[in-house]
């Protein structure tokens, strides 16, 4: 899609994002008997269409296809007039079914000469690695331990006086007992550790009961976080009979620590004293944690010590038009610097797998690509379930109808510089430039793999809104509309509705967008996820439960 017909929208009823298109998406509701002008050539709409959603240029007949963004989005399940609207009783899911050659897409990287000499400021590790954040993480090896996790968590907490949710205990106390009761438990003035952005506390439902594969997979993940540069060391809770155990992390850690730089503390509850002995035990490592994390202090990094996962959820009709084209254009820039982008969610990658592959940098890369993809779809087949079951009510309600029109646009998030290497769920990112990760389609799932790989920094593209953030990472919402941003404000940090009313550039916003990437990194822009204490966390669960 280009940025010059996005800029040209302003004050337009429709667009057509690609010259091959045979669609117009509507830029607001359009009532039956409009007339749209479709570069010379007037189309009269049949019926209303809303706006986000799509009508035809021309009649098609059944099976012909529906073409969006210049690929295959769909085929029409029977005969649509010109100037229908196209919808989930006429249009089924559909790709492009010409096969997907290496050809070394030519790339023109964007101008960055505004970022020269730009640093942010950050944690530097022993490894070389510079973390956004600088966290203790507290994690169970299996779900037995949840309920330990939690004592630990709110026992952290009123040491430290750093409730996440105490505005909200306070309201509750107002509510009850007026505004006497909600003086009550006042914060302290001044934070403990200062250098130190909390202790942050994962839980799940893995460990134990699945297969072999699926606790190697967790293993994998958790030396993710625990050697994540945001994390300044780690306390591990096991019970000690799960399947997985202790030193299949221990293994985890080492792959990605050889040299045992990182601070990890292991606890067994069933070889431990009793109860009170393996709380004040691991109490202990998280306080003399957060004390030597605190010695770090933020320092100028270089921006190619950025690395960005990009994200959608909730995502709309205008997602492919604004947001997501937009983090696109920031991964762009960031690659240009020396940078990294992770691009992930391999069932909304599904139908543009062609497009990937042109990009990818050489033909080893394109081929561990096409090997992800197909094997996902098979065990997907396997279990009775197809790429095409992707998108949510939400996204068909607001225009995205099928699968590959998702995906068609959800893929511009990745923006158009090289794939460098191509990732497996849990592996770690090794190549700098745009990587792409095998994961799922679901937003938390996702964004947690995307941390675990290596991301430092989240963007996260969102049409409905979503409260979505991670543990150990930053998660910056980007809005696809102005509407939601406004209605939703508590969540979002950054607009993109100016480019669907043509009053800004997908380019100069790009600038302001990679600006707060990096006031972010640097701690002067808390993001809203941070602020809401959201710290989701899900590993997915590739097996079956045994």
């Known amino acids: 899609m280009s940025q010059t017909i996005i800029s040209d929208t302003f004050q337009r009823p429709s ?21 749209i002008d479709d570069d010379g050539r007037t189309v009269r709409l049949t019926e209303a269409v809303r706006h986000k959603h799509k009508f035809t240029l021309a009649p098609l007949a059944e099976g012909e296809l529906v073409i969006m963004y210049g ?13 229908a609207a196209i919808t989930t009783e006429n249009t089924e899911h559909s790709t492009d079914s010409h096969p997907a050659q290496a050809h070394r897409d030519h790339w023109s990287a964007p101008d960055v000469s505004r970022f020269s000499g730009i640093t942010f ?23 037995c331990e949840n309920r330990n996790i939690e004592v630990l968590r709110q026992c952290v907490a009123d040491a430290l006086g750093e409730d996440p949710y105490r505005d909200y205990k306070r309201m509750a106390r107002e509510l009850l007992h007026g505004e006497a009761g909600a003086a009550r438990d006042a914060p302290p003035s001044q934070p403990l550790f200062p250098n130190v952005d909390g202790v942050r506390f994962l839980t799940h439902t893995l460990g134990c009961g699945g297969t072999d594969d699926d606790a190697r997979a967790l293993c994998q993940l958790l030396a993710g976080y625990i050697c994540h540069p945001n994390v300044a060391g780690a306390t591990v809770l096991s019970l000690g009979c799960q399947k997985a155990q ?32 393996l709380i004040r035990e691991a109490l202990t490592t998280i306080f003399d944690g957060i004390k030597e994390a605190d010695r770090v202090t933020r320092r100028p990094a270089p921006l190619s010590a950025l690395t960005i996962g990009v994200e959608c959820g909730g995502s709309d009709g205008f997602s492919g038009l604004s947001a997501n084209p937009l983090v696109g254009a920031v991964i762009d820039r960031l690659v240009t610097l020396g940078g990294s982008g992770i691009l ?3 069932p909304e990658l599904c139908g543009v797998e062609h497009k990937l592959v042109a990009r990818c940098r050489d033909d080893h890369v ?56 191509v990732l497996d769920y849990t592996e770690p990112t090794v190549r700098q430039g745009l990587n792409l990760l095998c994961t799922p389609g679901n937003d938390v799932e996702s964004t947690t793999a995307l941390v675990g790989s290596g991301a430092n920094l989240v963007m996260f593209t969102t049409g409905l809104g979503t409260p979505t953030g991670n543990p150990i990472a930053p998660v910056l919402k980007v809005a696809s509309n102005s509407e939601m941003a406004q209605r939703l404000p508590d969540l979002i940090d950054f607009d993109a509705g100016p480019i669907i009313r043509g009053e800004a550039r997908i380019g100069e916003l790009a600038d302001e967008l990679l600006q707060l990437c990096i006031d972010t990194a640097s701690g002067r822009y808390q993001p809203r996820a941070v602020r809401l204490a959201q710290h989701d966390f899900i590993p997915w669960k590739r097996g079956v439960s045994l």
């Open 246 to 277: 202790i030193e299949m992390l221990r293994q985890a850690v080492a792959q990605r620590d050889p040299q045992g730089l990182r601070p990890v503390h292991y606890f067994e509850q069933q070889a431990a004293q009793g109860e009170d002995a």
């Open 71 to 83: 690929v295959t989005v769909g085929r029409a399940t029977r005969a649509i007039a010109e100037g």
């Open 15 to 35: 667009l057509r994002v690609h010259a091959l298109d045979n669609v117009h998406v509507a830029l607001k509701d359009l009532p039956a008997g409009t007339e």
């Open 344 to 346: 992930s969610e391999f």
């Open 366 to 421: 394109a081929e561990r690509f096409r090997e992800l993809m197909d094997a996902y779809q098979r065990h997907a087949a396997a279990v009775g379930a197809h790429f095409s079951m992707n998108p949510s009510p939400g996204n068909i309600r607001d225009g995205l109808i099928t699968d590959a029109m998702k995906s068609a646009g959800a893929a511009k998030k990745g923006g158009d510089s090289p794939v460098v290497d």
């Open 121 to 143: 400021d950050g944690y530097h590790r022993p490894d070389g690695r510079v973390g956004t954040s600088n966290v203790w993480l507290v994690v169970p090896l299996v779900f």
